[in-house]
Protein backbone atom coordinates (compact mmCIF):
# COMPACT_ATOMS: atom_id res chain seq x y z
CA UNK A 1 0.00 0.00 0.00
CA UNK A 2 2.74 2.57 0.99
CA UNK A 3 4.86 1.84 -2.47
CA UNK A 4 0.85 2.49 -4.19
CA UNK A 5 0.99 5.31 -2.50
CA UNK A 6 4.59 6.52 -3.36
CA UNK A 7 3.69 5.82 -7.03
CA UNK A 8 0.66 8.19 -7.05
CA UNK A 9 2.47 10.71 -5.78
CA UNK A 10 5.82 11.01 -7.95
CA UNK A 11 3.17 10.76 -10.93
CA UNK A 12 1.58 13.80 -9.59
CA UNK A 13 4.59 15.58 -9.17
CA UNK A 14 6.26 14.69 -12.30
CA UNK A 15 2.46 15.74 -13.96
CA UNK A 16 2.81 18.88 -11.99
CA UNK A 17 5.93 19.70 -12.98
CA UNK A 18 5.67 19.28 -16.93
CA UNK A 19 2.58 21.20 -17.02
CA UNK A 20 4.51 23.80 -15.21
CA UNK A 21 7.38 23.89 -18.60
CA UNK A 22 6.76 25.96 -21.45
CA UNK A 23 5.24 24.70 -24.21
CA UNK A 24 8.06 23.45 -27.24
CA UNK A 25 7.38 26.41 -30.44
CA UNK A 26 7.72 25.60 -33.95
CA UNK A 27 11.04 27.59 -34.49
CA UNK A 28 12.62 25.96 -31.31
CA UNK A 29 12.15 22.36 -32.85
CA UNK A 30 13.51 23.35 -35.84
CA UNK A 31 16.05 24.96 -34.14
CA UNK A 32 17.56 21.87 -32.68
CA UNK A 33 21.06 20.20 -33.20
CA UNK A 34 21.11 17.02 -34.76
CA UNK A 35 24.65 14.65 -34.73
CA UNK A 36 25.80 12.83 -37.44
CA UNK A 37 28.77 10.90 -36.34
CA UNK A 38 31.08 10.59 -33.18
CA UNK A 39 34.31 8.97 -32.96
CA UNK A 40 36.14 7.69 -29.31
CA UNK A 41 39.98 8.00 -29.33
CA UNK A 42 41.91 4.49 -28.89
CA UNK A 43 42.46 5.73 -25.01
CA UNK A 44 39.13 6.85 -24.42
CA UNK A 45 40.21 10.39 -23.28
CA UNK A 46 38.74 12.49 -26.90
CA UNK A 47 35.59 12.09 -28.51
CA UNK A 48 34.93 13.66 -31.66
CA UNK A 49 31.53 14.90 -32.35
CA UNK A 50 29.66 15.73 -35.81
CA UNK A 51 26.80 18.36 -35.09
CA UNK A 52 24.34 19.80 -37.39
CA UNK A 53 22.51 22.64 -36.56
CA UNK A 54 20.57 25.29 -38.80
CA UNK A 55 21.90 28.63 -39.93
CA UNK A 56 19.07 31.12 -40.91
CA UNK A 57 20.97 34.36 -41.40
CA UNK A 58 23.28 32.18 -44.51
CA UNK A 59 20.34 30.44 -45.21
CA UNK A 60 22.33 26.33 -44.49
CA UNK A 61 23.38 23.90 -42.45
CA UNK A 62 26.41 24.25 -39.86
CA UNK A 63 28.66 21.08 -39.68
CA UNK A 64 30.41 21.18 -36.96
CA UNK A 65 33.60 18.97 -35.29
CA UNK A 66 33.79 19.33 -31.74
CA UNK A 67 36.57 18.04 -29.78
CA UNK A 68 35.71 16.43 -26.25
CA UNK A 69 37.55 16.04 -23.07
CA UNK A 70 35.57 12.94 -21.80
CA UNK A 71 37.40 13.27 -18.17
CA UNK A 72 37.15 17.24 -17.98
CA UNK A 73 33.75 17.69 -20.32
CA UNK A 74 35.62 20.80 -21.60
CA UNK A 75 35.19 21.26 -25.39
CA UNK A 76 36.53 22.84 -28.67
CA UNK A 77 35.18 23.48 -31.84
CA UNK A 78 37.74 22.35 -34.74
CA UNK A 79 35.67 23.83 -37.85
CA UNK A 80 32.15 24.42 -38.46
CA UNK A 81 32.59 23.48 -41.88
CA UNK A 82 32.89 20.20 -42.30
CA UNK A 83 33.06 17.97 -44.99
CA UNK A 84 29.74 15.30 -43.76
CA UNK A 85 31.27 12.76 -46.41
CA UNK A 86 34.27 11.70 -44.87
CA UNK A 87 34.23 10.86 -41.06
CA UNK A 88 36.63 12.44 -39.06
CA UNK A 89 39.19 9.35 -37.71
CA UNK A 90 41.68 8.81 -35.38
CA UNK A 91 45.88 8.01 -36.08
CA UNK A 92 46.45 4.78 -34.43
CA UNK A 93 48.15 6.34 -31.21
CA UNK A 94 45.42 8.48 -30.80
CA UNK A 95 47.82 11.92 -31.42
CA UNK A 96 46.37 12.98 -34.98
CA UNK A 97 42.70 13.22 -36.74
CA UNK A 98 42.22 13.97 -40.22
CA UNK A 99 39.36 15.23 -41.16
CA UNK A 100 37.87 17.75 -44.36
CA UNK A 101 36.06 20.83 -45.07
CA UNK A 102 33.99 22.56 -47.10
CA UNK A 103 35.34 26.02 -46.55
CA UNK A 104 36.81 28.13 -49.32
CA UNK A 105 39.35 30.20 -46.88
CA UNK A 106 42.10 32.35 -47.39
CA UNK A 107 44.21 29.55 -45.75
CA UNK A 108 43.28 26.33 -47.27
CA UNK A 109 42.53 28.02 -51.00
CA UNK A 110 45.51 27.77 -53.92
CA UNK A 111 45.06 29.52 -57.77
CA UNK A 112 43.85 26.06 -58.73
CA UNK A 113 41.26 24.94 -56.49
CA UNK A 114 43.14 22.52 -54.32
CA UNK A 115 41.84 20.54 -51.97
CA UNK A 116 43.23 19.72 -48.31
CA UNK A 117 43.21 17.23 -45.79
CA UNK A 118 43.71 18.31 -42.49
CA UNK A 119 45.52 16.65 -39.81
CA UNK A 120 45.06 17.76 -36.68
CA UNK A 121 47.48 17.34 -33.59
CA UNK A 122 45.79 17.15 -30.09
CA UNK A 123 49.34 17.75 -28.25
CA UNK A 124 50.41 20.49 -30.12
CA UNK A 125 46.76 21.95 -31.09
CA UNK A 126 47.95 22.83 -34.80
CA UNK A 127 46.76 21.82 -37.75
CA UNK A 128 48.82 20.30 -41.13
CA UNK A 129 47.28 20.92 -44.38
CA UNK A 130 48.28 18.11 -47.28
CA UNK A 131 47.44 19.13 -50.82
CA UNK A 132 45.49 16.21 -51.82
CA UNK A 133 44.14 17.44 -55.48
CA UNK A 134 41.36 19.25 -57.49
CA UNK A 135 38.73 17.33 -55.61
CA UNK A 136 38.00 16.01 -52.31
CA UNK A 137 38.83 12.14 -51.74
CA UNK A 138 36.35 9.38 -51.98
CA UNK A 139 37.80 7.51 -49.18
CA UNK A 140 40.58 7.85 -46.59
CA UNK A 141 42.46 5.40 -44.23
CA UNK A 142 45.27 5.73 -42.01
CA UNK A 143 48.71 3.94 -42.30
CA UNK A 144 50.52 1.06 -40.19
CA UNK A 145 51.46 4.55 -38.05
CA UNK A 146 50.94 8.47 -37.61
CA UNK A 147 53.22 8.84 -40.67
CA UNK A 148 51.31 7.55 -43.80
CA UNK A 149 47.62 7.48 -44.75
CA UNK A 150 45.71 6.37 -48.32
CA UNK A 151 42.95 8.03 -50.17
CA UNK A 152 41.05 7.44 -53.06
CA UNK A 153 39.80 9.90 -54.96
CA UNK A 154 37.91 10.10 -58.49
CA UNK A 155 41.01 9.37 -61.48
CA UNK A 156 39.83 11.90 -64.17
CA UNK A 157 40.73 14.84 -64.82
CA UNK A 158 39.53 18.47 -64.73
CA UNK A 159 40.36 18.59 -68.63
CA UNK A 160 38.58 15.03 -69.23
CA UNK A 161 35.60 16.21 -67.79
CA UNK A 162 34.96 19.37 -69.39
CA UNK A 163 35.81 17.61 -72.47
CA UNK A 164 33.10 14.87 -71.66
CA UNK A 165 30.46 17.75 -70.98
CA UNK A 166 30.99 19.51 -74.38
CA UNK A 167 30.77 16.30 -76.32
CA UNK A 168 27.42 15.53 -74.41
CA UNK A 169 26.44 18.92 -74.03
CA UNK A 170 22.27 18.71 -73.22
CA UNK A 171 21.88 14.35 -73.32
CA UNK A 172 21.27 12.53 -70.59
CA UNK A 173 24.22 9.65 -70.51
CA UNK A 174 22.28 6.87 -68.38
CA UNK A 175 23.75 4.21 -67.84
CA UNK A 176 26.91 5.23 -70.26
CA UNK A 177 30.17 5.13 -68.42
CA UNK A 178 31.73 8.38 -67.74
CA UNK A 179 35.24 9.40 -66.89
CA UNK A 180 34.26 10.27 -63.42
CA UNK A 181 33.51 6.51 -62.57
CA UNK A 182 37.01 5.51 -62.17
CA UNK A 183 39.56 5.73 -59.17
CA UNK A 184 43.00 6.47 -58.11
CA UNK A 185 44.91 5.47 -54.89
CA UNK A 186 47.31 7.25 -53.49
CA UNK A 187 49.75 6.82 -50.42
CA UNK A 188 50.77 10.31 -47.97
CA UNK A 189 53.93 9.52 -46.08
CA UNK A 190 54.81 12.66 -44.01
CA UNK A 191 58.44 13.13 -42.88
CA UNK A 192 59.38 15.15 -39.48
CA UNK A 193 63.07 15.84 -39.32
CA UNK A 194 65.02 18.78 -37.84
CA UNK A 195 61.34 20.23 -36.44
CA UNK A 196 60.22 20.63 -40.17
CA UNK A 197 57.29 18.75 -41.80
CA UNK A 198 57.63 17.30 -45.53
CA UNK A 199 55.25 15.22 -47.12
CA UNK A 200 55.32 12.73 -50.60
CA UNK A 201 52.11 11.62 -52.07
CA UNK A 202 53.02 8.59 -53.83
CA UNK A 203 49.86 6.98 -56.86
CA UNK A 204 49.69 3.04 -56.26
CA UNK A 205 47.26 1.96 -58.67
CA UNK A 206 44.10 3.16 -60.76
CA UNK A 207 40.77 1.01 -59.95
CA UNK A 208 38.13 0.55 -62.61
CA UNK A 209 35.00 1.43 -60.47
CA UNK A 210 34.11 4.23 -57.66
CA UNK A 211 34.96 3.37 -54.23
CA UNK A 212 33.10 4.21 -51.39
CA UNK A 213 35.16 3.39 -48.12
CA UNK A 214 38.94 2.16 -47.62
CA UNK A 215 40.58 0.67 -44.74
CA UNK A 216 43.95 -0.63 -43.55
CA UNK A 217 44.08 -4.68 -42.63
CA UNK A 218 47.68 -4.09 -41.40
CA UNK A 219 47.78 -7.73 -39.94
CA UNK A 220 47.59 -9.05 -43.87
CA UNK A 221 49.11 -5.88 -45.17
CA UNK A 222 46.53 -5.58 -47.69
CA UNK A 223 43.73 -2.71 -48.52
CA UNK A 224 40.06 -2.90 -47.92
CA UNK A 225 38.03 -1.21 -50.03
CA UNK A 226 34.04 -1.60 -51.27
CA UNK A 227 32.90 -0.60 -54.68
CA UNK A 228 29.93 1.96 -55.31
CA UNK A 229 28.36 3.03 -58.15
CA UNK A 230 25.52 5.75 -59.17
CA UNK A 231 23.21 3.50 -60.49
CA UNK A 232 21.82 1.37 -57.79
CA UNK A 233 20.85 -1.40 -60.06
CA UNK A 234 23.59 -3.93 -60.34
CA UNK A 235 23.67 -5.53 -56.88
CA UNK A 236 26.76 -6.79 -58.19
CA UNK A 237 28.46 -3.32 -58.30
CA UNK A 238 28.65 -2.97 -54.26
CA UNK A 239 31.16 -5.14 -53.27
CA UNK A 240 34.10 -5.63 -50.96
CA UNK A 241 37.54 -5.99 -52.12
CA UNK A 242 41.21 -6.29 -51.13
CA UNK A 243 44.18 -4.91 -52.54
CA UNK A 244 47.96 -7.22 -51.37
CA UNK A 245 50.56 -4.01 -50.90
CA UNK A 246 53.14 -6.38 -51.59
CA UNK A 247 51.78 -7.21 -55.16
CA UNK A 248 49.09 -3.98 -56.22
CA UNK A 249 48.32 -6.41 -59.27
CA UNK A 250 46.81 -8.71 -56.98
CA UNK A 251 43.62 -7.57 -56.24
CA UNK A 252 40.88 -9.86 -55.04
CA UNK A 253 36.81 -9.66 -54.90
CA UNK A 254 36.26 -10.62 -50.96
CA UNK A 255 31.98 -10.54 -51.64
CA UNK A 256 29.45 -12.22 -54.45
CA UNK A 257 26.38 -11.96 -52.99
CA UNK A 258 23.19 -9.72 -53.96
CA UNK A 259 23.97 -6.72 -50.78
CA UNK A 260 25.28 -3.71 -50.39
CA UNK A 261 28.16 -3.81 -47.73
CA UNK A 262 28.97 -0.94 -45.43
CA UNK A 263 30.46 0.19 -42.57
CA UNK A 264 34.08 -1.68 -42.37
CA UNK A 265 35.44 -1.96 -39.19
CA UNK A 266 38.31 -4.83 -37.90
CA UNK A 267 38.47 -6.94 -35.19
CA UNK A 268 41.17 -6.62 -32.25
CA UNK A 269 43.96 -8.68 -34.20
CA UNK A 270 43.15 -7.48 -37.56
CA UNK A 271 41.98 -10.59 -39.40
CA UNK A 272 38.87 -10.04 -39.21
CA UNK A 273 36.62 -7.70 -41.39
CA UNK A 274 33.08 -6.56 -40.42
CA UNK A 275 30.41 -5.17 -42.20
CA UNK A 276 26.78 -4.74 -42.65
CA UNK A 277 24.54 -6.03 -44.98
CA UNK A 278 21.64 -4.22 -46.68
CA UNK A 279 19.31 -5.79 -49.30
CA UNK A 280 18.79 -3.79 -52.38
CA UNK A 281 16.47 -6.30 -54.47
CA UNK A 282 14.00 -8.95 -54.09
CA UNK A 283 15.37 -12.24 -52.48
CA UNK A 284 13.13 -14.36 -54.87
CA UNK A 285 11.03 -15.65 -52.20
CA UNK A 286 7.40 -14.77 -50.74
CA UNK A 287 8.73 -11.74 -48.66
CA UNK A 288 11.46 -9.27 -48.94
CA UNK A 289 13.87 -9.23 -46.23
CA UNK A 290 14.79 -5.35 -45.76
CA UNK A 291 16.42 -5.24 -42.43
CA UNK A 292 20.22 -4.85 -42.20
CA UNK A 293 22.34 -7.64 -40.85
CA UNK A 294 25.96 -7.66 -39.40
CA UNK A 295 28.63 -10.24 -41.16
CA UNK A 296 32.50 -10.81 -40.66
CA UNK A 297 34.57 -12.24 -43.42
CA UNK A 298 38.11 -14.10 -42.35
CA UNK A 299 40.79 -11.99 -44.52
CA UNK A 300 42.65 -15.43 -44.21
CA UNK A 301 41.17 -18.07 -45.70
CA UNK A 302 37.46 -15.71 -47.11
CA UNK A 303 35.44 -17.21 -44.69
CA UNK A 304 32.13 -15.66 -43.64
CA UNK A 305 30.18 -15.56 -40.56
CA UNK A 306 27.14 -14.56 -39.30
CA UNK A 307 26.37 -12.42 -36.31
CA UNK A 308 23.46 -10.92 -34.67
CA UNK A 309 22.35 -14.86 -33.18
CA UNK A 310 19.14 -14.98 -31.65
CA UNK A 311 18.12 -11.21 -32.77
CA UNK A 312 15.09 -10.92 -35.33
CA UNK A 313 15.30 -6.82 -35.77
CA UNK A 314 16.95 -4.73 -37.96
CA UNK A 315 20.80 -3.63 -36.99
CA UNK A 316 21.15 -0.03 -37.28
CA UNK A 317 24.80 0.57 -36.75
CA UNK A 318 27.92 -1.56 -34.42
CA UNK A 319 31.15 -0.85 -33.31
CA UNK A 320 34.18 -3.23 -32.41
CA UNK A 321 34.50 -4.43 -28.44
CA UNK A 322 38.16 -3.85 -27.48
CA UNK A 323 38.25 -7.21 -25.77
CA UNK A 324 36.58 -9.29 -28.88
CA UNK A 325 33.15 -9.24 -30.33
CA UNK A 326 30.70 -6.37 -31.21
CA UNK A 327 28.38 -3.87 -29.21
CA UNK A 328 25.34 -3.88 -31.81
CA UNK A 329 22.47 -1.23 -31.85
CA UNK A 330 18.99 -3.47 -32.88
CA UNK A 331 15.75 -2.32 -33.41
CA UNK A 332 12.65 -4.26 -32.78
CA UNK A 333 9.57 -2.20 -33.22
CA UNK A 334 10.14 1.55 -32.69
CA UNK A 335 12.94 0.96 -29.99
CA UNK A 336 16.36 0.77 -30.58
CA UNK A 337 18.37 -1.08 -27.54
CA UNK A 338 22.31 -1.43 -27.29
CA UNK A 339 23.19 -5.41 -27.75
CA UNK A 340 26.62 -6.92 -26.53
CA UNK A 341 27.63 -10.39 -28.94
CA UNK A 342 30.87 -11.48 -27.81
CA UNK A 343 31.15 -14.48 -30.36
CA UNK A 344 29.22 -15.21 -33.63
CA UNK A 345 28.10 -18.66 -32.28
CA UNK A 346 26.93 -17.02 -29.23
CA UNK A 347 23.46 -15.23 -28.71
CA UNK A 348 23.07 -11.26 -28.55
CA UNK A 349 22.54 -10.26 -24.73
CA UNK A 350 20.24 -6.85 -24.74
CA UNK A 351 22.17 -4.19 -22.42
CA UNK A 352 19.34 -2.33 -20.21
CA UNK A 353 19.29 0.77 -20.47
CA UNK A 354 16.66 3.42 -21.25
CA UNK A 355 13.72 3.16 -23.49
CA UNK A 356 13.83 4.99 -27.21
CA UNK A 357 16.48 5.20 -29.63
CA UNK A 358 20.03 5.01 -28.69
CA UNK A 359 21.74 6.29 -31.91
CA UNK A 360 25.50 6.59 -33.43
CA UNK A 361 27.88 3.91 -31.38
CA UNK A 362 31.83 4.33 -30.28
CA UNK A 363 34.20 2.41 -28.50
CA UNK A 364 37.94 2.34 -27.48
CA UNK A 365 40.26 0.27 -29.29
CA UNK A 366 42.62 0.44 -26.53
CA UNK A 367 42.59 -3.80 -24.48
CA UNK A 368 42.50 -1.38 -21.30
CA UNK A 369 39.52 0.34 -22.03
CA UNK A 370 35.98 -0.55 -21.61
CA UNK A 371 34.65 3.12 -22.80
CA UNK A 372 32.13 4.07 -25.39
CA UNK A 373 30.07 6.66 -26.72
CA UNK A 374 26.37 6.91 -27.63
CA UNK A 375 24.34 9.40 -28.71
CA UNK A 376 20.03 9.09 -26.98
CA UNK A 377 16.58 10.09 -27.49
CA UNK A 378 13.02 9.29 -26.73
CA UNK A 379 9.48 11.29 -26.56
CA UNK A 380 10.58 12.74 -22.96
CA UNK A 381 14.56 13.00 -23.79
CA UNK A 382 16.28 15.22 -26.33
CA UNK A 383 18.89 13.49 -28.61
CA UNK A 384 22.43 14.32 -27.02
CA UNK A 385 25.63 12.44 -27.07
CA UNK A 386 26.64 10.32 -23.70
CA UNK A 387 29.93 8.41 -22.28
CA UNK A 388 30.45 5.54 -20.16
CA UNK A 389 33.14 3.92 -18.68
CA UNK A 390 31.68 0.75 -18.88
CA UNK A 391 28.32 -0.71 -20.70
CA UNK A 392 27.14 -1.36 -16.71
CA UNK A 393 26.62 2.62 -16.55
CA UNK A 394 23.87 2.57 -19.13
CA UNK A 395 21.45 3.47 -16.57
CA UNK A 396 23.41 6.56 -15.08
CA UNK A 397 25.14 7.89 -17.74
CA UNK A 398 25.23 11.33 -18.45
CA UNK A 399 25.06 13.77 -21.91
CA UNK A 400 28.71 15.06 -22.76
CA UNK A 401 27.07 17.24 -25.32
CA UNK A 402 24.11 20.05 -24.55
CA UNK A 403 23.07 21.08 -27.89
CA UNK A 404 19.59 20.52 -26.92
CA UNK A 405 19.52 21.76 -23.76
CA UNK A 406 16.92 24.18 -24.21
CA UNK A 407 14.40 21.47 -25.37
CA UNK A 408 14.47 19.46 -21.93
CA UNK A 409 13.35 22.86 -20.43
CA UNK A 410 10.33 22.60 -23.06
CA UNK A 411 6.95 20.63 -22.75
CA UNK A 412 7.48 18.06 -25.42
CA UNK A 413 4.90 16.49 -27.33
CA UNK A 414 3.92 12.87 -25.76
CA UNK A 415 2.69 9.89 -27.85
CA UNK A 416 1.46 6.43 -27.85
CA UNK A 417 2.45 3.14 -28.95
CA UNK A 418 0.49 0.50 -30.78
CA UNK A 419 1.22 -2.53 -31.49
CA UNK A 420 -1.01 -4.96 -34.52
CA UNK A 421 -0.98 -7.98 -36.21
CA UNK A 422 0.72 -8.42 -39.77
CA UNK A 423 -1.79 -11.21 -41.24
CA UNK A 424 1.02 -12.13 -43.74
CA UNK A 425 3.69 -13.23 -41.56
CA UNK A 426 1.89 -12.91 -38.00
CA UNK A 427 4.81 -10.02 -37.01
CA UNK A 428 4.17 -7.77 -34.45
CA UNK A 429 3.91 -3.92 -36.20
CA UNK A 430 4.75 -0.92 -33.71
CA UNK A 431 3.21 2.59 -34.56
CA UNK A 432 2.89 5.97 -32.91
CA UNK A 433 -0.08 8.18 -32.30
CA UNK A 434 1.60 11.57 -31.62
CA UNK A 435 -0.18 14.33 -29.40
CA UNK A 436 0.14 18.29 -29.87
CA UNK A 437 2.23 19.97 -26.98
CA UNK A 438 -0.45 19.77 -23.64
CA UNK A 439 -2.86 17.38 -25.35
CA UNK A 440 -1.83 14.22 -24.27
CA UNK A 441 -4.96 11.93 -24.34
CA UNK A 442 -6.89 14.30 -25.18
CA UNK A 443 -9.72 12.90 -27.95
CA UNK A 444 -9.49 14.21 -31.27
CA UNK A 445 -11.73 13.66 -34.21
CA UNK A 446 -10.85 11.93 -37.68
CA UNK A 447 -12.60 12.46 -41.25
CA UNK A 448 -12.39 10.11 -43.60
CA UNK A 449 -13.11 10.14 -47.45
CA UNK A 450 -12.91 6.71 -48.23
CA UNK A 451 -12.68 6.46 -52.08
CA UNK A 452 -13.22 3.85 -54.30
CA UNK A 453 -14.00 0.85 -51.92
CA UNK A 454 -13.04 -2.95 -53.08
CA UNK A 455 -13.04 -6.16 -50.83
CA UNK A 456 -9.56 -7.06 -52.19
CA UNK A 457 -8.12 -3.92 -50.68
CA UNK A 458 -9.61 -4.70 -47.10
CA UNK A 459 -7.20 -3.83 -43.78
CA UNK A 460 -7.56 -6.00 -41.02
CA UNK A 461 -6.70 -3.01 -37.97
CA UNK A 462 -6.05 -4.31 -34.25
CA UNK A 463 -6.49 -2.47 -30.79
CA UNK A 464 -3.83 -2.04 -28.56
CA UNK A 465 -4.22 -3.66 -25.70
CA UNK A 466 -4.10 -7.83 -25.64
CA UNK A 467 -7.27 -8.79 -23.65
CA UNK A 468 -9.08 -6.63 -26.65
CA UNK A 469 -9.44 -8.86 -29.63
CA UNK A 470 -12.12 -7.36 -32.21
CA UNK A 471 -11.17 -7.01 -35.43
CA UNK A 472 -12.37 -3.81 -37.51
CA UNK A 473 -12.64 -4.47 -41.04
CA UNK A 474 -12.12 -1.87 -43.61
CA UNK A 475 -12.52 -1.67 -47.14
CA UNK A 476 -9.61 0.22 -48.85
CA UNK A 477 -6.75 2.68 -47.63
CA UNK A 478 -8.87 6.28 -47.23
CA UNK A 479 -8.16 8.73 -50.26
CA UNK A 480 -7.83 11.14 -47.60
CA UNK A 481 -7.34 11.45 -43.78
CA UNK A 482 -7.72 14.06 -41.39
CA UNK A 483 -6.73 14.13 -37.61
CA UNK A 484 -8.39 17.17 -36.15
CA UNK A 485 -8.31 19.08 -32.54
CA UNK A 486 -10.21 22.25 -32.07
CA UNK A 487 -11.31 22.35 -35.12
CA UNK A 488 -7.56 22.41 -36.54
CA UNK A 489 -6.08 20.20 -38.86
CA UNK A 490 -3.14 18.12 -37.25
CA UNK A 491 -2.89 15.90 -39.74
CA UNK A 492 -3.68 15.21 -43.83
CA UNK A 493 -2.70 11.98 -45.21
CA UNK A 494 -2.34 11.77 -48.55
CA UNK A 495 -3.19 8.80 -51.51
CA UNK A 496 -2.24 5.71 -50.42
CA UNK A 497 -1.13 3.67 -47.01
CA UNK A 498 0.81 6.01 -44.49
CA UNK A 499 2.74 4.43 -41.46
CA UNK A 500 0.72 5.97 -38.77
CA UNK A 501 -2.42 5.78 -40.44
CA UNK A 502 -3.24 2.04 -38.79
CA UNK A 503 -2.52 2.60 -35.53
CA UNK A 504 -4.75 5.70 -35.30
CA UNK A 505 -7.38 4.23 -36.99
CA UNK A 506 -7.14 1.20 -34.26
CA UNK A 507 -7.16 3.99 -31.24
CA UNK A 508 -10.34 5.95 -32.81
CA UNK A 509 -11.93 2.92 -33.34
CA UNK A 510 -11.39 0.87 -29.50
CA UNK A 511 -12.49 4.60 -28.46
CA UNK A 512 -15.43 5.16 -30.42
CA UNK A 513 -14.14 8.69 -31.84
Known amino acids: MKCYLLVLVLAYFQCFSTERLQKLTIDEFLNSTQYKSLSLSPDADYLLVHSLRPVWESNQYEDALWLHQTKTRQKKLITSQLHSNIKPKWSPTGTWFYYLVNAVNERSQSSNNEKYLHLYN ?47 KDVVQYRQRKPTDSSTLCRIDIKNKDQKISVKITTIINIDFLVGELLLAPAENKLVFTSVSALVENPHDFEIYALDLR ?50 IDLTNGKIEHWGKGFNGNIISYTIRSQGGVYILGQLGINVQLYV ?37 SFERPFEIYFIEHINQLYVAKAITCGNQLLRERNLPRAKIYRWINSEDDRIIEGILHYPPGKFGYAVKILMDMGNITKENKIDVYCDTMDDHTNHLFYGWPERLYILYDEKILYRGGEGPHEYSVPSLAYFLKHNI
Open 247 to 296: NVSLLSKLTDNKVVEQNLQLSPDGKHLFFEINSIEPTGGKYNDKQNALDS
Open 341 to 377: QQLSSKYVMLQHGWEGTYQLVSSASSPHSLSIAFGHS
Open 122 to 168: IISEETLLIEVGIQNPLAITWGNDDNSLYFISIASSQEDNKMNENEW
